[in-house]
């Protein structure tokens, strides 16, 4: 599928880029850019396509989404609706929009985990109606009052913990990635291996407890069982292969290193709330 580079670099020396967006229908098709994107739905309902999942999008949703994260809305063509116009004001800014040695800062410790956790793009469920005030008004602010302004929907941001990681659900948390070499060493190799058969022998052994204490470690460490770590390892590349391929779906089930067709369909479905078979007709959608 067709993905293309949306290049929104202003020749101006400015810190960030507003745009905001007034049409029947959104346009762009799966796409990506080099800057941090937060995107702020003011009218329209559809499906937005991130990474390799699939939610749906509403008036009032507030998305974050990280550099080179393919993504892209879709309006739902559905009559019933109300909305007939597509309304949205994008924020854009660079990583380093406050120098190099900003995040390096102990102040901007929350910053850090928000554009981490923006890999996988995020939504911010009940933003503030003064965050959501500012971040339509912003592109009528100049000078330093636009900057401060931006470092406030920041922090606002980086302090919400209403939210949810949109795409690769698997993604190592911040903090331990950073802190635990132990657990970051078996998710490495878990990560490498999911397809497995014997995948959770090879973590036990690897950590040199027993089953029992592992899998209390694990869950501890990743607020998840082995299982559902593994499965949400297996589900996010067979999303990946239904898209990007023309493999058969019992293919991609036994690729992924499900023995069991049912319980693949069952596991996709509990975390995509779709079969894989619709999931890939909704993806064949996206660029038309």
Partial sequence: MEISEE??????????ITRHYKQDNFTSPRHFHLEYE????????????????????????????????????????????????????????????LGNSFLERKEAVLLNKLLANSEAGIQIFKPSGEVISLIKKLSFNNGLKSVLDLLFILDYLSKCTDYKMLSAKWVKKYYYKLNDGLINKIS???????????????????????????????????????????????????????????????????QCGFNNPTYFNRSFRNLNNLTPRHFRNLYSMANK
């Fill in 188 to 254: 490495d190799y878990v990560e490498a291996n999911f397809s497995k058969e014997k995948i959770f022998q090879d973590a036990v052994k690897m950590s040199g407890m027993s089953t029992a204490a592992f899998s209390r470690y694990f869950r501890h460490k990743t607020e998840k069982t082995f299982t559902q770590y593994v499965n949400e390892l297996r589900i996010t590349q067979a999303q990946k292969l239904l898209i990007n391929t023309d493999l058969r779906i019992n293919d991609i089930c036994s």
């Fill in 38 to 97: 937060i995107a702020y739905i003011e009218e329209s309902n559809g499906k937005l396509y991130v990474g390799n999942n699939i939610v749906d999008f509403e008036p009032g949703n507030l998305f974050i989404f990280a550099p080179r994260l393919v993504h892209c809305f879709k309006n739902n063509k559905n009559p019933n609706f109300n909305s007939k116009t597509a309304k949205a004001t994008v924020i854009l800014f660079k990583k380093e929009f």
């Fill in 7 to 16: 290049k929104l670099t202003s020749k101006e020396n400015i810190t960030f």
